[in-house]
């Protein structure tokens, strides 16, 4: 079992930056992939970005490539999502995933998650 809690979420105006992490507990051996989602009221959840630390390649979506970097912390247990020139779009719940396969953009295939935290963007 893995337990998942994302953290540094808030409330920023347009075009400023903020960075969001998800730490990771028990049995994070099997972890390979840490992903991130996000997701407004009545719409599906989304990939946002990806990070497989078997090779340390990284995937991002169209919508934020080039704004969001994703990154992971030497034990591999804490991931972070750090979001520059944030737009109103932006706005969501952004929830952190593990899976022990491979990156994928399908959340059916993420195994744990965490609770999200709230970003919100003003314009």
């Known amino acids: 079992q893995v337990q998942v809690v994302e953290s540094g979420g808030g409330l920023v105006q347009a075009g400023e930056s903020l960075r969001l992490s998800c730490k990771t507990s028990?049995?994070?051996?099997?972890?390979?992939?840490m992903g991130w989602y996000r997701q407004v009221p009545g719409k599906e959840r989304e990939g946002v970005a990806c990070f497989n630390t078997n090779d340390g390649m990284t995937y991002y979506a169209d919508s934020v490539k080039g704004r969001f970097t994703v990154s992971i912390d030497d034990a591999k247990s804490t991931a972070f999502l750090k979001m520059d020139s944030l737009k109103p779009d932006d706005t969501s719940v952004y929830y952190c995933?593990?899976?022990?396969?491979?990156?994928?953009?399908?959340?059916?295939?993420?195994?744990?998650w965490g609770q999200g935290t709230q970003v919100t963007v003003s314009s």
């Open positions: 995933a593990t899976n022990p396969l491979r990156c994928s953009w399908s959340r059916h295939e993420y195994q744990f």
């Open positions: 028990g049995d994070i051996s099997s972890i390979y992939i």
